[in-house]
C-alpha cells in the first residue's frame, strides 16, 4: 500500500515563495508517475504539475507555468513542488498523489493514491 505524507504549507504573502514536500513509501517510487494537485473552499479538486518516475517528463496547468516547479528526489522517496511568486488564488489545499505509469498524466481521476493535504494561505 502506497502512502503519502505532505508538508510544508503555511500562510505567506503575495509574491512569496513555499516548497511543499511529499514523501513516498510502500512501494517502488520510480515505478509511480507523482502530480500535484489544489482544491480551493467550494471548488473541485484541480490539476497543477506532475513528473515522471525518472524525472524526465513534467507538465503543468496554466496557471501556474513559470512559477511552480515539480521536482523529485528518488534517493529519498520525495518530490517536491517549489513556488514561486504565489498569489492570493493559488490559496488551497495542496496533496500530492502517485499513480503506477510510465507516461505523466494530468485527471485526477487517473491517480490511486492521495496524501492529507497541506494548507497553503496567500495573503494580499
Known amino acids: 500500500q502506497v502512502q503519502l505524507v505532505e508538508s510544508g504549507g503555511g500562510l505567506v504573502q503575495a509574491g512569496g515563495s513555499l516548497r511543499l514536500s511529499c514523501v513516498f513509501s510502500?512501494?517502488?517510487?520510480?515505478?509511480?508517475?507523482m502530480g500535484w494537485f489544489r482544491q480551493a473552499p467550494g471548488k473541485e479538486r484541480e490539476f497543477v504539475a506532475t513528473i515522471a518516475g525518472n524525472g524526465g517528463s513534467t507538465e503543468y496547468t496554466d496557471s501556474v507555468k513559470g512559477r511552480f516547479t515539480i521536482s523529485r528526489d528518488n534517493d529519498k522517496n520525495t518530490v517536491y513542488l517549489s513556488m514561486d511568486r504565489l498569489k492570493p488564488d493559488d490559496t488551497a489545499v495542496y496533496y500530492c498523489a502517485s499513480v503506477r505509469s510510465i507516461v505523466i498524466t494530468a485527471p485526477t481521476r487517473r491517480y490511486d493514491y492521495w496524501g492529507q493535504g497541506t494548507q497553503v494561505t496567500v495573503s494580499s
Open positions: 510502500g512501494r517502488t517510487f520510480t515505478s509511480y508517475v
